[in-house]
């Protein structure tokens, strides 16, 4: 829920906020002028309020609509216009002597809105607003008080009960949508990788954890593959870190084009990158990372200028001694360290007790 600290919120938001107003302003003004109307038809008001009226409900959205764009803050100028909307209502109210029906449930509607925008806080304002104008007008005009509404003027209030309350759940519910697909890019963002767009070190362990904890549970095979880049410094000193980026992205595509849809692959550091083969034995991520690493051999992964690269795999596959999930990574990691010792552009296996080298 909103509230009214927002008024000091980033400029670009307050335009959003004065057009996402616009139509429940809009729709509100002309059901509450039937309300209104109804009160003011049973007093047998003259018709220059009538006038008045159209004037302030069919006039007073646009105005405000372009009053908020046009300030220096966007965002603070419409809560001013709710609190003039407040305003209005309360005038309404004591010119129509208070009458029951109608001022109930346009004070009720007004209510709906401040209290959905700006919690309890801004409520209270413009109910306060809403009172000093009706005190204004009773003071100006006579204080009269109608208990007694007419069926005609019950009547007319009914689109504004019922249509109302529509609108602005609508509205709301726009918002909300709205703001939980922001939430879901933020949850991406923070969970990928900004140069591969794969799964950033924190969420890929997370990933390896889950995957450990599935495993140990219902007994499948399962595997991990670490994958570095051979002689990545001399990639950087010789064409510089941006053409070492295309480098890094250009792998991180083999990975995803490569792999399965349920295996997870991850940026672990660096040139270095991390992948779940979920449900893969032993033999099968010996021959995943094999595919791997020929791919990027003969891959051209930069046009301009010509570069290739080779890469180092190990790979471990899940064995019922691993203590937990970082034992399982280590051995992974301690298989890459060989496949580099080795001479590079190789995959290493381990296995507890025995090692296979692929070259």
Known sequence: MENVEQSERPQDEGPRFVRRM????TIGGVLGAVCIAGGLWQQGAPAIAYALLLGNTLLWPQLAYRLGLRSANPYRAELRNLMVDSASGGLWVAYMGFNFVPSAVLVSMLTIDKASIGGLRFLGRCLAVQAAAAAAVGLAFG???ELMTTIPAALATLPLLFAYPV???MTMYHLSRRVRHQNQLLTA???????TGLLNRSHWEQAVINEFQRCRRIGHASALMMLDIDHFKAVNDGHGHPAGDKVIRAVAGILRDTLRVHDVAGRYGGEEFGVILAGTDARGSAVT????????ETSLLVAQPPIRVTVSIGVAALDPADADYATWIARADRALYMAKEGGRNRSVQHVPGYVEVRA
Not at 22 to 25: N, S
Not at 289 to 296: G, L
């Open 22 to 25: 616009y139509l429940p302003r």
């Open 143 to 145: 204080f009269r008080i």
């Open 167 to 169: 609108t602005v759940g």
């Open 189 to 195: 963002l923070s969970s990928t990788d900004g140069l």
């Open 289 to 296: 990372a094999e595919r791997i690493r020929k791919r990027v």
